[in-house]
């Protein structure tokens, strides 16, 4: 069928709004109408290839929208339910058995390959294949293909603008908190990076009932922003010794920190900033594929640290994803707080102000 899908042909280049060719549905497939999709920090990545997709691909993760149609095996949805879609995992591998589906021994030819399991492409330009599947989805366009593993119904009346980043970025940052670190009530926090991923951490972990709760963010509109979502402290990080401020705040160190940042200054000083027995959570993806952290040894073992890499917030979708709905409803985590709509043709203007922090979560609508 011809769909119009936005396009990464070339690295560091703008993205191309065309009118391509979808495949499918298969026996085991879901064709959705997007409604609404969310630009994720990762879209950015593959198009400075940090992340190496093969180009040119339709990218785009955080998809919304209606179910169109159903393979002959699927179960899980029928055509017009509401769905929101998230990352593609086999459900086989002793990770995906163990609940564990971030960690899918198959994640990077499910997420990053480029085609269905089978080799077979998704999406086609002019006869030509194009790089698709991207997280099961390649949901930057107005159809993308997914399946029962990677798509979760939410209610009918769901505002799709607000629930599409819940694939990957929300829940990356609140299930850093709520899931990972299950940060316990009355502790303390540090959150490196005031970007959608990390003010959905400030809201996981006032949900969790920290105490205090301290964002590190240059920005100041975006530290407003974190003290209205939860947090009680925020650092400037240009104004000084972070360590020393956190120090004021914190005498006896940090319970758990997060970094979301990918910066790796800002992991090493939210290592610095753990308490005995602190635990720090690393979410950000560096821009350098070859970036590394150099920790003090003997630190590490006098305090008792703990690190912990998390990918997309050791969710499993099926049962995060409408936990975080819920309290959406319940006024208890203000997603809206953190979303501009863009009209989906409008993708570069909303890349270039996310960039520019004019937004924290750019949603592109149709």
Request: glycine share 12%; charged share 20%.
């Amino acid at each position: 069928m011809k769909i119009t899908a936005a396009i990464t042909r070339e690295a560091h280049q703008r993205f191309c709004i065309e009118e391509v060719d979808l495949l499918g549905p298969k026996d085991d497939e879901i064709l959705v109408r997007i409604e609404a999709v969310g630009l994720c920090h990762s879209d950015i990545l593959v198009v400075e290839q940090v992340l190496p997709v093969q180009l040119p691909a339709v990218l785009g993760h955080e998809g919304a929208g209606v179910v169109e149609a159903v393979g002959a095996k699927v179960t899980k949805v029928r055509p017009g339910d509401k769905v929101v879609m998230t990352f593609n995992s086999c459900g086989t591998c002793t990770s995906c058995r163990k609940g564990e589906p971030a960690y899918c021994l198959n994640w990077a030819p499910l997420n990053y390959g480029g085609a269905r399991a089978d080799g077979s492409p998704t999406l086609c330009s002019c006869g030509n294949p194009l790089s698709g599947n991207f997280f099961g989805q390649s949901s930057f366009a107005s159809y993308a293909l997914g399946n029962e593993r990677n798509v979760v119904k939410v209610a009918d009346d769901a505002a799709l603008a607000l629930l599409g980043p819940l694939g990957c970025g929300i829940q990356t940052g609140a299930g850093a908190v709520m899931r990972a670190l299950a940060a316990q009530a009355g502790s303390s926090i540090i959150v490196f990076g005031g970007g959608s991923v990390g003010l959905a951490a400030v809201m996981g972990a006032k949900v969790r009932g920290c105490k205090e709760i301290i964002l590190v963010e240059p920005m100041p509109e975006r530290r407003a922003l974190g003290l209205e979502l939860g947090a009680t402290h925020t650092i400037d990080p240009r104004e000084g010794n972070i360590s020393a401020r956190i120090g004021e705040i914190l005498p006896a160190g940090a319970d758990y920190a997060v970094d979301t940042s990918g910066a790796v200054p800002a992991m090493q000083a939210a290592a610095d900033a753990l308490g005995m027995r602190g635990k720090l959570g690393l979410v950000g993806v560096p821009s350098k594929a070859d970036a590394a952290i150099n920790f003090n040894v003997l630190s590490f073992l006098s305090r008792g640290l703990r690190v912990q890499a998390i990918i997309e917030g050791d969710s499993i979708p099926d049962e995060f994803i409408p936990e975080l709905v819920a309290l959406h409803a319940a006024g208890k985590f203000p997603l809206e707080k953190l979303v501009k709509t863009y009209p989906f043709a409008e993708i570069n203007r909303a890349v270039e102000e996310q960039k520019q922090g004019v937004c924290v979560k750019a949603v592109l609508v149709f």
